[in-house]
């Protein structure tokens, strides 16, 4: 019956997604331990990236790949020049349309379809990668997450991260 409360702190050093997972090692034989996931995406009001997440659900034989946009804005004054625009990840799942460089002049913004279109069942994990000259926010991420496949599957994902 006792409640003890765990303080969690944010304090980014950089720009873009931040992911890990608490873990609560619970010695009672009736109850499972617990793994809670924290995530943060800390962006930079001048060159943002929208959405900053993206679950395709699940695909099927009768839907067998799933798109979306995402897009990047340059709320800046000055130009920014994205040097690279990348899947990173599960390379085979997740593709962009349009990886060339590009230089986004002010409240400029450049659309990016995204595909999922997954080779095998299962879950799948990737992340959309944007490299930029702008020194506040080199770097932004994207996680995509989605299932493919019509029948179940088991996955699993690290159960412990020790750093």
Known sequence: G???PVVIKLEPTELGFKQNFIHIMNSSA???DARIEVRANIIQGDLIVIPNYVDFGRTSNGV???DTTVSIQ???SNPITLTRKFIAGDTLSFSINNP???VLQPNQTDLVNVRFYPPTA???IGFFVVQSNYALAP???VPLTGIAGDQPSITADMLTIDF
């Open 2 to 4: 006792t409640t003890y």
């Open 30 to 32: 009736n109850k499972p």
């Open 64 to 66: 067998p790949f799933k």
């Open 74 to 76: 340059n709320n800046s």
């Open 100 to 102: 060339s460089q590009i």
């Open 122 to 124: 299962g879950r799948k």
């Open 139 to 141: 770097e932004l991420f």
